[in-house]
């Protein structure tokens, strides 16, 4: 069941403190199961993203030499700040660059996989396609 695979995700402390509150708001729900039920269970599934560990995998189009850098990262804002410090060696002689996509993940195996995706050659031709209006 997959309400059930989320908690391997979420340390038990969360659950604790999450699981009450879900209980009230479902005895607010009068006569059983109705269409309200899948909107507090998608409500309830979204709050736990929340503490969820969050993995980017993130495109960097640079303005100088109009080539893409393409990067993995657990804290996307940082990761940013830090490209355009220059405090990255493979970036910091590319400025100025530009994000131009960015993927969200909750599965750090999946975002990995993209991201060893999109810098090969298929992957790379098929952003090129995808952003080709954003590449102009």
Do not use: C
């Not at 059983?32 to 979204?46: N, Q, R, V």
């Not at 993130?58 to 996307?76: A, E, H, M, V």
């Not at 530009?98 to 909750?106: D, N, S, V």
């Amino acid at each position: 069941m997959f309400f059930l695979g989320i908690f391997d995700k979420v340390s038990s402390s969360v659950v604790v403190n999450i699981l009450p509150s879900l209980t009230r708001l479902l005895k607010r729900v009068r006569g059983g199961p109705s269409l309200t039920w899948p909107l507090i269970y998608i409500k309830f599934l979204e709050s736990l993203t929340f503490f969820m560990e969050r993995y980017y995998v993130y495109i960097l189009f640079s303005l100088r030499d109009k080539k893409f850098y393409t990067g993995f990262t657990t804290n996307l804002k940082d990761r940013l700040s830090r490209h355009t410090r220059g405090e990255i060696k493979l970036t910091a002689n590319r400025k100025p660059l530009r994000l131009i996509h960015y993927e969200y993940f909750i599965n750090e195996q999946d975002a990995r996989a993209r991201e060893v995706f999109l810098k090969s050659g298929f992957g790379r031709n098929q952003l090129k396609q995808a952003l080709k209006r954003t590449l102009l």
